[in-house]
């Protein structure tokens, strides 16, 4: 794989061979030719943008999505390995943008939180009461599913693509080759065809990425942590009966846990944890918590896990993912710190298709158009690292979660109120909102004024009594 | 499974948007109708029927005016709503987004151009009629 240095030959022999214009611009035209590795949400929703962008300017591709696995398939083989949530923005957004996702593609509609902690549970709604965030399977359910009556969310957006004009490739891509200045995709080394620009969409758990990064190119992978995902098979009913229609999330003061949740689906329960070095003792520890016992059937074992994977998430994506002809998008390139990771790959994916489309496919149109959209999710997932560095020692620290605890509550049960903290939390639990915004959110006076009157009132030992039934939205378990 | 649709239900006749209210969201049908009703002096216009995938309100997310109209279910319709806040968050990243709605916008000015010429066409035609037959009578 060769790029990056000009080689020696004259600087027009090497315009005319690049299809370069006279301003230096890389650009598509009628007829030029689109890779697309990986058909999960970046690939696919890349190549809609793509081709409803060029029918806005005349312009006439071809996109061969490049994706191997059958995401109508039970289990791993169509398995995109994430908890399979559409946040509240993004189903918003895709609404806007003219995608509405079909109700066999909605496992469940979520329109609350449940925060569980140690010192009791709290319920966050949504402000207008509905229901916005998508529980979706990314595949078609876990391993073995039986009678079938849904549809994948990865599929549905694939086929967009396809009805858009992409064609399918059922091919695995294992390396990126480069003939005349132009990326070729080889196939276990064989080669392909050349291509007037390569989007790569495989994600961070691709063994393409590793091969790229071997290359002298410059392209470096992603930081990334594993996680662990499983789901526990149950019947609709007692799903609707114990966990409803909310997305619950613990803070419990487990060591090295940042995340954890649980997803009701419609008849799977998905657990995700995210942390440092999750390992089967931390996810014991997890599974063992009242808290967690507290969300399935009382008295019985919990439900057999039916499903199970450790994937990687993207933590830290490379400063510039891309080059001449190439581009990196989705969890390639740069996602969002722990959340909403499928709104991230919405995002880069249209500033991709819209650079390529209007700007051109060069190095130097990436670094105009394409690198900011990179730059703005980098910064805020810098700052999105000290919001969840904070949430680390409200876990720790059982006066704090009190604090919240009592603070959340009361805003819950107050219409009408300020929901300082719980607009806070629902943004950090959502991933609805930017962490920049989060924080702002924090500095607002009320919000401090809250949350040092609430810490007061969990530190003091005569405040440490139980709560007037009914006063609290929670349910508080300290008295 | 029956399907899970997104957004909130409303039943047949429940009002989703109220004229002369302020509104800060739009509306995206998910699935059912609505009706898009003109109140004048206690009477009721029906001016546009709504089906799923359209949407509705998007006036209120760019002007910071009262709704002009009043949108009820006709027949039971689930509603997706779209936050200001949300979508001009967003399109101050990519503009883009915007564009559906201005397509949307575009087409109902279009209809809204035709309706006006067949409505002077039949005033002016009204006005014809009225000057003809007066004449006549003189």
Known sequence: MRWGPPSKRSLATQLAQRGEDDTGRLELVDGSRIAVIGGGPAGSLFTYFVFKMAEVVGLELTVDIFEPRTFTRCGPAGCNHCGGIVSESLVQLLATEGINLPPRVVQRGLDSYLLHMDVGSVRIDTPLHEQRIAAVFRGNGPRDARHIDWDSFDDFLLRLAVGRGAKTVRRVVTGIDWSNEKPVPTHAGERGEPYDLVAVAAGINSNLLRTIEAEPCGYERPSSVATYLCEFQLDRETIQRHLGSSMHVFLLDLPRLEFAALVPKGNV??????????????????????????????????????????????????????????????????????????????????????????????????????RGTCRRISRDNAIGKFIFAFNGQIQRRRFTRRAILRMVSEEQASPGAQRYLSRVLWDLFSGSAPYREVLLNTMR????????????????????????????HGRDRTG | ?????????????????????????????????????????????????????????????????????????????????????????????????????????????????????????????????????SRGEK
């Open chain 1, 269 to 370: 329960v998905t657990m995700c944890l995210l942390g440092h070095e999750i390992d089967m003792d931390l996810v014991r520890a997890f599974l063992d918590s009242a808290e967690v016992r507290a969300c399935f059937p009382p008295g019985a074992d919990l439900p057999a896990k039916v499903c199970n994977c450790s994937p990687l998430i993207n933590v830290r994506g490379p400063a510039r993912p891309y080059s001449d002809r190439l581009v990196f998008i989705g969890d390639s390139g740069v996602t969002r710190l722990y959340k909403d990771g499928i709104g991230a790959a919405y995002r880069t994916a249209k500033a991709a298709a819209s650079t390529v489309v209007f700007q051109g496919v060069s190095k130097a149109a990436f670094d105009r158009h394409y």
């Open chain 1, 445 to 472: 006076p009320g919000f401090i004024r809250g949350i040092l009157r609430h810490t007061v009132r969990s530190i003091l030992p005569f405040e440490d009594r139980p709560m007037v039934e009914g006063k609290f």
């Open chain 2, 1 to 133: 499974m029956g399907g899970i649709v997104l957004g909130k239900v409303y039943e047949d006749g429940e009002i989703i948007v109220r004229q002369g209210d302020k509104g800060d969201c739009m509306y995206v049908i998910q699935s059912g109708d609505v009706e898009v009703v003109e109140e004048t002096d206690g009477n009721e216009l029906v001016l546009a029927v709504l089906k799923e995938g359209d949407f509705f309100g998007e006036m209120a997310i760019f002007e910071q005016q009262v709704r002009s109209a009043t949108v009820r279910a006709r027949g039971e319709a689930r509603v997706l709503t779209v936050d200001r806040r949300t979508l001009m968050r967003r399109i101050q990243n990519d503009p883009s987004v915007a564009f559906n709605i201005l397509h949307t916008m575009s087409h109902r000015i279009r209809v809204l151009d035709k309706e006006l010429g067949r409505v002077k066409a039949m005033l002016a035609e009204l006005v014809g009629e009225v000057g003809a037959s």
